[in-house]
């Protein structure tokens, strides 16, 4: 079960990541999270999803 929550870790923090560092390279100053009103900095998206897959490599490698 662990190793499942890590694995799903890597791939959600790694999806995360990408999106926020399109949307970083592009240039965007605010970018919508999905289904939700919300406006946020994608730099702090690419950290969340960094942190996510991180946390799950170390997490499954255990």
């Known amino acids: 079960m662990k190793r499942f929550l890590a694995m799903l870790m890597i791939v959600v923090g790694g999806i995360i990541l ?10 965007a100053a605010l970018v919508q999270i999905p289904f939700t009103e919300q406006r946020i900095a994608p730099m702090y998206a690419g950290l969340a999803g960094l942190t996510a897959f991180t946390l799950g490599l170390i997490g499954y490698r255990e």
């Open 18 to 27: 990408l999106w926020g560092g399109y949307y970083l390279m592009s240039g």
